[in-house]
């Protein structure tokens, strides 16, 4: 695996990563420059993947699937 994400920190129920800027641009399509980190939080027991502004749950970054499914992909060494 590349160097896209790298963990932040990990709780009995979640990882959260944070994206390189590089993977920031994927994440957005290179539609739209974040001036802030973007954190990826992944539920350790069923999978759930959110993806987040500066770690602010108000500020929700869409994803595609693809993107989705990289992200878990990702994550299953750490779950």
Same mark, same amino acid.
Request: net charge negative; glycine share 6%.
């Given at each position: 695996? +590349? ?8 709780? @009995?129920?979640?990882? %959260? ?7 920031? $641009? ?8 974040? +001036? ?8 350790? @027991?069923?999978?759930? %993947? ?7 749950? $108000? ?18 060494? @750490?779950?």
């Amino acid at each position: 695996m +590349d160097n896209k994400m790298e963990l932040f920190t990990k709780t @009995d129920t979640t990882l %959260v990563y944070i994206a390189s800027a590089e993977f920031a $641009k994927e994440i957005s399509g290179n539609k739209q420059q974040y +001036d802030f980190d973007i954190y990826i939080h992944v539920g350790r @027991d069923k999978g759930s %993947v959110s993806v987040y502004g500066d770690n602010d749950i $108000k500020n929700i970054i869409p994803i595609d699937m693809k993107t989705r499914e990289y992200i878990l992909k990702f994550a299953e060494k @750490d779950r």
